[in-house]
């Protein structure tokens, strides 16, 4: 990554095409003298005060609307991670706002010793609109929902009268679950293991997708197969189709759950508002949520179905932020808004327009060897000769005003709000392009 032209280049990103459209604008703000003096100091505490466990971008983000964020020198950026799936009605929400500010004036925190009215209200929406779940068990994160269905399946089995050694969990290769010491386990990518030896035991890893080495893994000690629908981290692979309902087939006949991972694949991103309503026949025993969820509020859930609805009882497990009612009552108007025609129509236009996008710069520049993805979770995948430079690429897309993601070294990874509108797509694409021919030329 070129680091050391950041701040001159930055500046140079400031675009006027680029203001926001009509329905989310926000003036940009001016370039102060002032402004830059306080980036500087603040990357600097950064650098000093933050653990190394993140290598954040050179520049202070300030402010965002829509699709739309700035910086606090005034540059503008069309973000097409979303905060890393999260934002999902945009930056900068009005009716997300008012659930806030309405909440906050009533009361904010009461620990899960007490009933509110907001994560009743959500656990019923959730429940409701999943088709499977039972009960819900709220959490602050996506790795937090992912350790409480971990603990379900082992209780479950153990609840069977099933020893320790027969609790074990599959899931598989190019996964992501989380960073906890368990959900990492879980995560079959030994390079977010690597150095936190030791491990917890009993997670078996499998081939993902493949039909027969799942069939000769699952066995009487299996109590859980935990896989994504479509990997997010692991490179925005779906699921081939059947895959699930063979998946399921097996665990019925082992009694070990189906756990699905929605964090990142979930609440409408794929264009489902879960993902696994676009695999026939398939009806897991738990889901977990976070990421869009919460639009940018910290929540997290894990949804549980008929079989292991009274697995949890009564001191089995616990979060004393988790259904926090503030995080709830936004979770209810993100929950909500996703459902409806508008969006899910908007989720189906916006990707059609940037894998057709994406096309048409791999005409023209030949970098990607595949394009693929769901709804608007995309991935483009690098040529093995461009291999190890995706965050190369997002660098200098930074630089260019867009906010990329990746999925690993070798794909850029595009998982914009699901909000994002036509003319933010098209301003996003447009300066993609430009840094991946500043990458090109370099
Ligand atoms: C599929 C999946 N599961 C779990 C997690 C962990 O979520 P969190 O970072 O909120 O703990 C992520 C995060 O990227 C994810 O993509």
């Not at 189906?258 to 897991?284: I, W, Y």
């Amino acid at each position: 990554m070129a680091k050391k032209k950041t701040k001159a280049s930055a500046k140079k990103v400031v675009s006027k095409k680029a203001t926001a459209p009509k329905k989310t604008s926000v003036k940009p703000a001016k370039i102060g003298h002032n402004s830059t003096s306080k980036t500087k100091e603040l990357l600097e505490l950064g650098r000093k005060y933050y653990t190394h466990a993140y290598k954040p971008r050179e520049m202070i983000l300030d402010r965002g609307k829509g699709a739309m964020v700035w910086d606090l020198d005034g540059n503008d950026y069309v973000d097409l991670g979303a905060g890393i799936a999260v934002s999902a009605l945009g930056h900068h929400n009005d009716e997300l706002l008012d659930a806030l500010k309405n909440q906050a004036k009533k009361l904010w925190h009461t620990s899960n010793i007490f009933f509110t009215e907001p994560p009743v209200r959500l656990a019923e929406e959730l429940v409701k609109s999943s088709k499977f779940a039972k009960r819900v068990f709220f959490t602050n994160s996506g790795g937090e929902a992912n350790e409480a269905a971990i603990k379900i399946a082992r209780k479950y089995a153990a609840d069977k009268g099933r020893p320790p050694e027969s609790r074990n969990i599959i899931t598989f290769t190019g996964s992501f679950h989380g960073r906890t010491m368990a959900t990492v386990t879980a995560t079959a990518q030994p390079k977010y293991q690597h150095g936190f030896e030791p491990l917890p035991g009993g997670f078996r890893y499998c081939q993902f997708n493949d039909f027969e080495a799942i069939a000769n893994m699952i066995d009487e000690n299996t109590c859980a197969v935990m896989s994504e629908v479509v990997q997010g981290e692991g490179g925005i692979t779906p699921v081939k189709p059947g895959f699930l309902k063979h998946v399921q087939d097996l665990c019925h006949k082992q009694d070990a759950l189906l756990m699905l991972d929605q964090v990142q694949c979930g609440m409408m991103r794929t264009g489902k508002l879960f993902s696994h309503f676009a695999e026939p026949g398939v009806k897991p025993d738990i889901v977990t949520i976070a990421k869009a969820l919460g639009g940018g509020i910290p929540i997290g859930a894990m949804l549980v179905g008929e079989k292991a609805e009274n697995t949890f009882q009564y001191g089995s497990h616990g979060s004393t932020f988790g259904g926090n009612p503030l995080a709830c009552s936004v979770a209810r108007v993100v929950l909500k808004k996703i459902q409806s025609v508008e969006i899910n129509t908007n989720v189906r236009e916006r990707g059609k327009q940037l894998i057709a996008a994406l096309k048409l710069i791999n005409k023209q520049h030949g970098m990607f060897s595949e394009i693929r993805g769901r709804g608007l979770m995309i991935g483009a995948e690098l040529k093995p000769q461009w291999h190890n430079k995706a965050g190369d690429i997002s660098e200098i897309g930074r630089k260019n005003g867009v906010l990329l993601l990746q999925a690993g070294p070798n794909v850029l990874r595009f998982v914009p709000s699901l909000t994002i509108t036509e003319k933010e797509m098209k301003e996003g694409i447009a300066r993609l392009h430009k840094a991946i021919k500043v990458f090109l030329s370099q």
